[in-house]
Structures are given as structure tokens and as C-alpha cells.
């Protein structure tokens, strides 16, 4: 297939990358987001579908830690035997769309659509999350952090393509936890989400890491509210909305106001912090 | 323009189609499969479902060429001979009103079925509604959608 056709679908990153170089193309994995945010009956502009590239898919381990490739489902990552510490990616997979789009889209292209209401990001930042970008120039590593920008905006330059998401083995330790508020149960855009890993040794918090979404133009950590609850025996009571401050930037939008986000910010917080109690006393 | 070659209900099928048709234009206006419909265009209603490799998929949001090799199933597909355990269950129970997301729920309704069976667990009536989660009836006649994947899930 040439250029006049504007839909490329190489096997191999090698040949992707060729592609990336020479043309200004969009790139389509699982295409879930991309055709309803066409509005359209087809796609508009060349498209470089990575779908056939069989290398991106799956996950691999190394004593590095673990790396998820870019064309990886949401179904494979649920029916992957992970660690712990990737239970809240685990569940925030199952509350991508329903069963019939987690068997398509991927980790990656939520990663790239950089919606601030991505599900997959705020367990990623809590795992610490790498994105490997390559290009004809090489590949760079860089913080999921730092790769999203801003709503529907990435630090991936026109030629690189994200070949995958690494998880440094330095935080594959704990429990990883996730809880989205919708407007319903099923089928629905987060008008706020957590995600949580914790390692709790004795009883009490040895590491923290706190993610919210949907709550400011990209996700975000919470450093101040990791901070209250290391060294401290696991209690939900020990955040307060003060240690949200500064990290919230909610807008007003159709699912709901920046008021009602902010209070329920805090309030999920409290309750994702609740489930690692009670798995603690049960 | 480009080549996709698959095989669709058990034939193999090659067109030549613009490169970013969608696989459920490719089965409704290319193949003349009618059966697959087009509720939502957005990914959301699931009246489209095919299976693609033996998973359920929304036909709506894959390109065609994407699924250019694979093995795709469509609900003209599922009978052999005699109806398929899961159009007979929606027979039974009245599984269906209008009969527009029809298509789709036994396409999903075969996929959870499937599933659970190959995990060994059990799908009951808790599991069957959130699995249906991805299929919209307009006529909101879940009760006896639910009830006929209950009477399919028992005798396949």
C-alpha cells in the first residue's frame, strides 16, 4: 500500500518508523477513540495502523521490570498473571467501555489520546510509569508525567512512535488499588477517579503513591497526601481536603461542576485509602 | 483502495474497499450481510458486535483492513442448520422488542457464555447484566435478555 492509499498497516516497528519519518501521520492501534472523535463515517489524513505489529503486543520481563507493549488490550491486561502492585491498572482496564472495546483498544492509545480523563493513567503514575518513544533517531524514555502535557496533548514528536509503557521494577511492591465516580455503574466517563499502591508492612505505610484523574488537565500524584500517610499506621482519616490543595484544577464540563470534583476528590481519596483498611483487618 | 481478504462465517472473502472502511460497512455494504446493524456509529450501543478470532468486537470502531487475515463471525453466521442455543433462548423468552439491538446481544450473549465456560466460572444473572454492559436496548427490554443468556448459558 502507497501514500495515495493513506493507510499504512506495517508489521514491524522498523518499517512503522519509515513510515513516521517520511510522512505527517495518524496513528491508530485499537481506533476506539479515534473514530468518534472524527464524527465521522471514515478517518480524515494518511493512517499508520500499528495493529498488525505483533512484536508491540504482550508484556516483558526483565530485571529492569516489567514493559507493556504499545498494541496491548485491556483484555490481555486483565487476563495477565501481573503483580499486586498492578491491581488498580487491572481495574481501571475492566471500566474502559465494556467487554467489546477492552478487546480492542489499547493501553497505549489511551496513553496517546491523553484524554484527562484517561482511566489507565492515574494507576500508571501510581506505578511510576515510563513511556518509550522511538523514532528513525532512536528511542527516549521519559515519566508518563512528563509525556502528558495537557488535554489531548503528548511530548510525542510527529516521527516516534510509544513502542510501550515500562514500570520500573522499583515499584511492582504493594497493592495497587482504583476507583472511578460516574454518573452511572456501566459505560461512563469519570467525573473523577484514584488509584492507589501502597506497601503496608506491619500494619503501617511504608510507601504511598496517589493518583487523581479527571480533576486538572492531566492526572496527577498527590505527593502531599503520600506524605501524610507514610511512617503511619494505614488510616483513611489521615487525609483531608488540605492535602489535595494545589493539585486539583477541575473544570466545570457536562458531566460536572469544578465544585462538586473538588469535594469528591478528597472524598474518593478517603474511600480507595478505606479498602486497603479493611483488606488490612479482614 | 486496497485488498482485505478474510474469512466471514466460515467463507473466505476478499474486496477491494477505500483504505479506512469500516469492518461493519464492509460486512453490511460489501458483503451484504445485513444482519450486523448500525445503532450508535460511536462504540457505545453494541448493536454492531461481531466476533473477530473468537472475541466479541464493535464492528463500528475496526477498520476492515484491520481485520484483513482474520476470522470473523457474524450473527448470519452462529446457526447450524437449526438455530444456535442462544437465538433460540431469545426465541423462547421473548428476548427481544423492537429487535434492533438483537444482532448484537446474541453476538455479546455467545461471547460471555463462552467465556465464563473457558474460565469455569458461573454466569449468572449479577454477571450476565454486568457483561451486558456494552449493549444498549432502546426499548429497555432487559429482562428477557437476561432471562434467554440465563436459559442459552445452561444448554450450550
Known amino acids: 500500500m502507497g501514500l495515495q492509499n493513506g493507510y499504512f498497516r506495517p508489521t514491524s516497528v522498523d518499517e512503522a518508523l519509515d513510515h513516521l519519518a517520511a510522512n505527517d501521520l495518524t496513528i491508530a492501534a485499537g481506533c476506539t477513540d479515534l473514530f468518534p472523535a472524527t464524527e465521522q463515517k471514515t478517518l480524515g489524513g494518511p493512517v499508520l495502523d500499528i495493529s498488525g505489529i505483533t512484536a508491540l503486543r504482550g508484556f516483558r520481563k526483565n530485571e529492569t521490570g516489567i514493559t507493556i507493549g504499545a498494541t496491548t488490550t485491556w483484555s490481555d491486561l486483565i487476563a495477565a498473571p501481573l503483580p499486586s502492585a498492578f491491581g488498580g491498572l487491572k481495574l481501571a482496564a475492566r471500566e474502559v467501555g465494556a467487554r467489546q472495546i477492552q478487546n480492542r483498544g489499547t493501553l497505549a492509545g489511551n496513553l496517546c489520546n491523553a484524554s484527562p480523563a484517561a482511566d489507565g493513567v492515574p494507576p500508571l503514575l501510581t506505578l511510576d510509569a515510563q513511556v518509550v518513544l522511538a523514532s528513525k533517531a532512536g528511542r527516549r524514555v521519559m515519566p508518563l508525567a512528563d509525556f502528558l502535557i495537557g488535554p489531548r496533548q503528548t511530548a510525542r514528536r510527529a516521527d516516534e512512535l510509544l513502542e510501550g509503557v515500562h514500570i520500573p521494577a522499583s515499584a511492582l511492591m504493594g497493592d495497587g488499588q482504583f476507583l472511578k465516580l460516574g454518573a452511572r455503574k456501566y459505560l461512563v466517563i469519570s467525573i473523577a477517579m484514584v488509584a492507589a499502591r501502597l506497601v503496608i508492612a506491619d500494619g503501617v505505610v511504608a510507601e504511598a503513591a496517589l493518583a487523581i484523574g479527571a480533576c486538572g488537565p492531566v492526572a496527577a500524584r498527590l505527593p502531599k497526601a503520600e506524605a501524610a500517610l507514610v511512617g503511619q499506621p494505614m488510616d483513611p482519616g489521615l487525609i483531608n481536603a488540605s492535602h489535595l490543595q494545589g493539585y486539583l484544577a477541575p473544570i466545570d464540563d457536562m458531566r460536572a461542576d469544578a465544585a462538586y470534583r473538588t469535594t469528591v476528590a478528597t472524598e474518593l481519596v478517603q474511600r480507595i485509602l478505606g479498602r486497603f483498611a479493611e483488606s488490612r483487618s479482614a | ?156
Do not use: W
Request: with cysteine.
Open chain 2, 1 to 156: 483502495m486496497s485488498t482485505v481478504s478474510m474469512t466471514v462465517n466460515g467463507k473466505v472473502v476478499a474486496s477491494v474497499v477505500e483504505d479506512r472502511t469500516l469492518l461493519v460497512d464492509f460486512i453490511r455494504e460489501h458483503l451484504r450481510l445485513t444482519g450486523t446493524h448500525v445503532g450508535c456509529d460511536t462504540s457505545q450501543c453494541g448493536a454492531c458486535v461481531v466476533h473477530v478470532n473468537g472475541k466479541a468486537m464493535k464492528s463500528c470502531t475496526m477498520l476492515a483492513a484491520a481485520a484483513d487475515g482474520a476470522d470473523v463471525t457474524t450473527i448470519e453466521g452462529v446457526a447450524n442448520g437449526d438455530l444456535h442455543p442462544m437465538q433460540k433462548a431469545f426465541n423462547d423468552n421473548h428476548g427481544l422488542q423492537c429487535g434492533f439491538c438483537t444482532p448484537g446481544m446474541i453476538m455479546s450473549g455467545i461471547d460471555m457464555v463462552n467465556r465464563y465456560k473457558a474460565e469455569g466460572k458461573t454466569l449468572d444473572e449479577a454477571a450476565i447484566r454486568a457483561e451486558l454492559e456494552g449493549n444498549i436496548c432502546r426499548c429497555t427490554g432487559y429482562h428477557n435478555i437476561v432471562k434467554s443468556i440465563q436459559q442459552a448459558a445452561g444448554e450450550m
